[in-house]
T-cell receptor, first 113, second 115 residues
Framework: NAGVTQTPKFQVLKTGQSMTLQCAQD?????MSWYRQDPGMGLRLIHY???????DQGEVPNGYNVSRSTTEDFPLRLLSAAPSQTSVYFC????????????FGPGTRLTVL | AQSVAQPEDQVNVAEGNPLTVKCTYS??????LFWYVQYPNRGLQFLLK??????LVKGSYGFEAEFNKSQTSFHLKKPSALVSDSALYFC?????????????FGKGNQVVVIP
């Protein structure tokens, strides 16, 4: 199993540009989430999903969209990038009854100029 | 709402000395508590968890954590630190009403083990 994969690893955008961060998992997990990591603030939940076709907002959803058309994929879209969205983004997956928290991808480092 | 506090920014410890990383939490109901470690340019790796049972839980790489319900704390400990333990450590909590897709994390503690 590849686990949770994220692409790209690094990305530089200009203010106002749009892009999609990709996340995929091959463990057939129902739960998937997106977090952003900022220095001194830990990880904050952006959006999450409990299954294909079902998504909901987390703690910091503004400026981001998600969709979950398949169990495997959970892309995160930035519609109009802003410098405040410069961060490291982590995707995670899990399943009901899992007691070991969540499985995390390697992250995408995004810089918005 | 669930939340986690990690009061220190950085923990410096000499190699071979005991290591403690502090964590306090707030959650309604009985918490699920986790510690994760992040090495440079890597994702988060699960270290250990407390769900129920013994207050002292043991995890990977010789780490352990003590759950204290009255103090709402879940401090991470290692009896003898190694230089390779230098990393960023995150405490996380999950409200049992939520799934593992809704973890609340602390800000993280940078641990520096000095040779």
């Amino acid at each position: 199993n590849a686990g949770v994969t994220q692409t790209p690893k690094f990305q530089v955008l200009k203010t106002g540009q749009s892009m999609t961060l990709q996340c995929a998992q091959d463990m057939n997990h129902e739960y998937m989430s997106w977090y952003r990591q900022d220095p001194g603030m830990g990880l904050r939940l952006i959006h999450y999903s409990v299954g294909a076709g079902i998504t909901d907002q987390g703690e910091v959803p503004n400026g981001y969209n998600v969709s979950r058309s398949t169990t495997e994929d959970f892309p995160l879209r930035l519609l109009s990038a802003a410098p405040s969205q410069t961060s490291v983004y982590f995707c995670a997956s899990s399943y009901p009854g899992n007691q070991d928290g969540a499985f995390f991808g390697p992250g995408t480092r995004l810089t918005v100029l | 709402a669930q939340s986690v506090a990690q009061p220190e920014d950085q923990v410096n410890v000499a190699e071979g000395n005991p290591l403690t990383v502090k964590c306090t939490y707030s959650v309604s109901g009985n918490p699920y508590l986790f510690w994760y470690v992040q090495y440079p340019n890597r994702g988060l790796q699960f270290l250990l968890k407390y769900i129920t049972g013994d207050n002292l839980v043991k995890g990977s790489y010789g780490f352990e954590a003590e759950f204290n319900k009255s103090q709402t704390s879940f401090h991470l400990k290692k009896p003898s630190a190694l230089v390779s333990d230098s990393a960023l450590y995150f405490c996380a909590v999950r409200d049992p009403a939520y799934g593992n897709n809704r973890l609340a994390f602390g800000k993280g503690n940078q641990v520096v083990v000095i040779p």
